[in-house]
C-alpha cells in the first residue's frame, strides 16, 4: 500500500498505472496499437439525402455511420462524408441535408440502394414510390425502415483529408418510428446477408483474396493497399478480411 494510505489498483496483481490492455488482459509491455479496438466505437446507419444536382437526379442519397448531435443550444449535428460520394459535392452546393435514422426494421435492399450504387450512374429514389416523403426544406426522407428524420442547414465545414465533417443548424425533425435504431453491430449481425464464399475443397490449389465485410465484393491479391476504398461501398482496408479461395 501506498505510504499516503490510498488503496493500490492492480489487475492480476500488477500495478494499474503500469498496464497497458493487449485485448485480453493487461501487460506490462505496449508492442503496438491494438487497430482492432476502433471496432469497439458504436455507429448508427443513416439515410443522407440532398438536392440532386438536376442532371442526373433530382434527389439524391447515401447511406452514412457518423452522425450525432454537438451542441443543444443551439441544437447542431455533426456529419461526416467520404469526399468520393455524390452526396458530398450536392451538400457542399446546395447547404442543406436530411438523415433519415435507420431502424432494426431496415431491409438490405435498402442499404444496397443507397449504398451499393452511385447517384452519378442512377436515380436511387426511382421505383421507390410510397417509401418518402418530403420535408418543409424540399428534401426527401426515407420513411421505410427507419425511425426519425433530421433537416440541417450547414453552418461549417471541415476538411478532414477524405472525409468532410459538415457541422449543421437543426430545422426540422420527426419521430417516425418506435422501433431502435439500429447499429452497425446489428446490420452486420442481422441485415446484412452472411458470405456465401465456400471453403476450398481438400486438395484443391488455394490463393489468397480480400473480402470486404460490408458488401462482399472481392479484391484478387495477397496484399490489400492500406488506402484502398471498395469501389462498391466506398469503405476503406480495415472492413477487409484475408480469406482462401479456390485459385
Partial sequence: MPADGRQEKTIDGQHLDNCRYTGQRFSGRRTGMDNQAMFKLTY?????????????CG????????AGQVTVDPNQISICV???DFTHDLILKDGKFNISVLSEKAKFDTFKRFGFQSGRD?????DYAGHYERSANGLLYVTEGTN?????????TIDLG?????????????TL????STTYTYY???????PQTAAPAAGKKTKTVWRCRVCGYIYDGPELPPDFICPVCKHGAADFEKIEVEA
Fill in 177 to 180: 418510428d418506435d422501433a431502435p
Fill in 188 to 194: 452486420q449481425s442481422n441485415i446484412k446477408p452472411k
Fill in 122 to 126: 442512377v436515380d436511387k429514389f426511382a
Fill in 162 to 174: 477524405t472525409h468532410t465533417m459538415f457541422i449543421a443548424r437543426v430545422t426540422d425533425l420527426e
Fill in 59 to 66: 434527389d439524391n442519397g447515401c447511406i452514412i455511420n457518423t
Fill in 148 to 156: 426519425a428524420y433530421i433537416s440541417g442547414d450547414v453552418v461549417k
Fill in 82 to 84: 467520404n469526399k468520393t
Fill in 44 to 56: 448508427g446507419l443513416f439515410v443522407l439525402t440532398a438536392k440532386g444536382d438536376g442532371i442526373h
